[in-house]
Every structure is written in structure tokens, then in C-alpha cells.
């Protein structure tokens, strides 16, 4: 089981679609990872402006960018460890942690890439999810590699291939 609670920065960012699309992506991808113990993720989703502050303030980028990841717990990727993971003792849940998504950009990319909004937001919430399971791709090795295996992995699990 699986909750993610969505929160919009502004009235109107997003589609009908999009929460559905984000519940869809990660259930997605914690299957895709072994995970079946109850998790909780925290979506916002923002635009540029919204982004770039919390960007500047959390890793002192002063950019937009189209996804940043909060990870509670430091995982190994592959790996995971509910033992070592922040848990809500109210709701049985595993805190994961948090995602922050560019909706404008999601727009942007998904026609930019000619894949669409659908594909786009999908694929953030997965790149995120992932992040906050403990993988990375700052590196042009084998992490990086990995990552996007698993991210290729996951996306076809939901039928949106590249």
C-alpha cells in the first residue's frame, strides 16, 4: 500500500490527470523494487518561481529545474531497509520523503522531448521515487547506469517506454 499525498503551490498546476499519474508512477516503481510495506511520499507540485526558492534554499542553486527529491533515509540502492527508514507510528507507514515537480516544465519537456505530458510527469515521479530510495546519477558511471536501467525498467512496467 501506497499513499502520496499531492499538494499544489498554486490553484490551478496540473492536469485532472496528474495525481493519478504521480499514485500510478510510484505504486510503479515500489513494485518494481521488491517494496510492499506501506510507504508515504509528499508531492508539491509548483512551477518555475516555486522551484527556484526552494532550489535556492535547499542546494543553493539559484535555478528552476524540473524535479528536486528529499529523501528521510539513507538507503542503498536495491537494497531497501524498512528497518532503518523514518515511520509514521500513527499510520504504519514508511516515510520515504519528499518531491517537488515543475509542472510548466513538465509541459515544456513533454513537447520539447515529443513524448507529452503523460510520459513527463510519469517519468519525474519515478526519477524521484528512485532518488529517494537511495539512487543518484551524479556520477557518469555505474550509479548513473543504474539508475536509468531502473528508471527504464519501471516506465515500460507502466507501458510508457521512450
Known amino acids: ?24 508512477a510510484i505504486a510503479a516503481g515500489l513494485a518494481a523494487e521488491g517494496i510492499e510495506e506501506p510507504c508515504h511520499v ?7 518561481e ?11 542553486v539559484d535555478a528552476p529545474t524540473d524535479v528536486l527529491s528529499f529523501p528521510l533515509n539513507e538507503l542503498t540502492p ?5 528497518e532503518v527508514c523514518e515511520m509514521d507510528y500513527d499510520t504504519g507507514e514508511i516515510l520515504l520523503g519528499d518531491m517537488v515537480i515543475n509542472i510548466p516544465r513538465c509541459e515544456s519537456q513533454g513537447e520539447e522531448f515529443g ?4 510520459r513527463e510527469v510519469s517519468y519525474l515521479a519515478v526519477h524521484s521515487l ?4 537511495g539512487y543518484d546519477h551524479m556520477d557518469e558511471g555505474p550509479e548513473r547506469a543504474l539508475m536509468r536501467a531502473r528508471e ?4 515500460e512496467k507502466l507501458n510508457i517506454p521512450r
Open 1 to 24: 500500500m501506497i499513499s502520496v499525498e499531492v499538494t499544489r503551490a498554486k490553484k490551478n498546476l496540473g492536469r485532472p490527470e496528474t495525481a493519478p499519474l504521480l499514485r500510478r
Open 42 to 48: 509528499e508531492v508539491l507540485l509548483t512551477d518555475d
Open 50 to 60: 516555486g522551484i527556484r526558492e526552494i532550489n535556492a534554499e535547499t542546494r543553493g
Open 78 to 82: 536495491g537494497h531497501f531497509s524498512p
Open 115 to 118: 513524448h507529452g505530458y503523460r
Open 130 to 133: 528512485l532518488h529517494l530510495l
Open 152 to 155: 527504464d525498467a519501471i516506465m
